[in-house]
C-alpha cells in the first residue's frame, strides 16, 4: 500500500506547536496524520508515538480505554523534549471501525471482553496495518525511533516494516476503575507489558 504527502499547517496545541503533516493512501483514501516538533532528520533517535485513531478516547473523553491520555501524554513528552513526532493513524477501533467498535463496546457490556468481542463479530483482535508508517517517516526525514508504547507486539510490526526503533519507552497512563479489565485484557491476552494491570 502507498501513501503520498498531501500538505502541511501548523497545529498550536496547549503543549506547543506542531506540524501537522496529511498524508493519504491510494486505493483506501484512508487519511493520516503526522504531527511533528522539531528538527527530525539530524540530531539522533526521534521520541516517537505511533497512535491508532480513537475517537471516543481522543475526542470524547472516553475512560473505556486508556487512549486520550496516551495521545495526551506522548504530546506533553514531545513538547518537553521540543522534538518528536506522532504517527496518528487512522485506524479506528484496531482496524474495525468505528460502528463495529460501538457493537464491540455493546458486547462487552453483557460481560466479554474486548478479544472475545471482536471475534463474536466474526473479526480477529486486532486488524491494524503499519504498512504506510515507513513511507511517512521517511518522508519527515525520521530514521530511528525512541517508540513510546507497552505493545511490543507493535515495535514488531514497525520493524518488519524496516523502521529502526532503537528502545521501546513504557506509555502507561490513564488508568482507571472502567479501563481496568481492558487493561488486564491487553496484557493477558494481546501481549502489552504493563507493570500494574
Ligand atoms: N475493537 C476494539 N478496539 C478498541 C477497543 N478499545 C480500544 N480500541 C482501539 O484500539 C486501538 C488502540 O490500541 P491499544 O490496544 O489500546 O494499544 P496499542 O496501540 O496496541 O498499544 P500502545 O502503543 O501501548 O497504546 C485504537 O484504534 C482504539 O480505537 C475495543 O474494546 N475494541
Ligand atoms: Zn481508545
Same mark, same amino acid.
Given at each position: 500500500?502507498?501513501?503520498?504527502?498531501?500538505?502541511?499547517?501548523?497545529?498550536?496545541?496547549?503543549?506547543?506547536?506542531?506540524?501537522?503533516?496529511?498524508?493519504?493512501?491510494?486505493?483506501?483514501?484512508?487519511?493520516?496524520?503526522?504531527?511533528?516538533?522539531?528538527?527530525?532528520?539530524?540530531?539522533?533517535?526521534?521520541?516517537? !508515538?505511533?497512535?491508532? $485513531?480513537?475517537?471516543? @478516547?481522543?475526542? /470524547?473523553?472516553?475512560?473505556?480505554?486508556?487512549? +486520550?491520555?496516551? *495521545?495526551?501524554?506522548?504530546? !506533553?513528552?514531545?513538547? $518537553?523534549?521540543?522534538? @518528536?513526532?506522532? /504517527?496518528?493513524?487512522?485506524?479506528?477501533?484496531? +482496524?474495525?471501525? *468505528?460502528?463495529?467498535?460501538? !457493537?464491540?463496546?455493546?458486547?462487552?457490556?453483557? @460481560?466479554?471482553?474486548?478479544?472475545?468481542?471482536?471475534?463474536?463479530? +466474526?473479526?480477529?483482535?486486532?486488524?491494524?496495518?503499519?504498512?504506510?508508517?515507513?513511507?511517512?517517516?521517511?518522508?519527515?526525514?525520521?530514521?530511528?525511533?525512541?517508540?513510546?508504547?507497552?505493545?511490543?507486539?507493535?515495535?514488531?510490526?514497525?520493524?518488519?516494516?524496516?523502521?529502526?526503533?532503537?528502545?521501546?519507552?513504557?506509555?502507561?497512563?490513564?488508568?482507571?476503575?472502567?479501563?481496568?479489565?481492558?487493561?488486564?485484557?491487553?496484557?493477558?491476552?494481546?501481549?502489552?507489558?504493563?507493570?500494574?494491570?
Amino acid at each position: 500500500m502507498s501513501v503520498r504527502y498531501v500538505a502541511e499547517s501548523r497545529l498550536p496545541t496547549p503543549f506547543g506547536e506542531f506540524i501537522m503533516h496529511g498524508f493519504e493512501e491510494s486505493g483506501t483514501g484512508k487519511e493520516h496524520l503526522a504531527l511533528t516538533m522539531g528538527d527530525l532528520s539530524q540530531g539522533g533517535p526521534v521520541l516517537a !508515538r505511533v497512535h491508532s $485513531e480513537c475517537l471516543t @478516547g481522543d475526542a /470524547l473523553f472516553s475512560m473505556r480505554c486508556d487512549c +486520550g491520555p496516551q *495521545l495526551e501524554a506522548a504530546m !506533553r513528552k514531545i513538547a $518537553e523534549a521540543g522534538r @518528536g513526532v506522532i /504517527l496518528y493513524l487512522r485506524q479506528e477501533g484496531r +482496524g474495525i471501525g *468505528l460502528l463495529n467498535k460501538v !457493537r464491540a463496546y455493546q458486547l462487552q457490556d453483557t @460481560g466479554l471482553d474486548t478479544v472475545e468481542a471482536n471475534e463474536e463479530l +466474526g473479526f480477529a483482535a486486532d486488524l491494524r496495518k503499519y504498512d504506510m508508517c515507513k513511507t511517512m517517516l521517511d518522508h519527515l526525514g525520521v530514521q530511528k525511533l525512541v517508540l513510546m508504547t507497552n505493545n511490543p507486539k507493535k515495535v514488531e510490526a514497525l520493524t518488519r516494516q524496516g523502521i529502526d526503533v532503537v528502545q521501546r519507552q513504557p506509555h502507561q497512563t490513564g488508568q482507571n476503575p472502567h479501563n481496568e479489565k481492558y487493561l488486564t485484557t491487553k496484557v493477558w491476552k494481546l501481549g502489552h507489558l504493563y507493570d500494574t494491570a
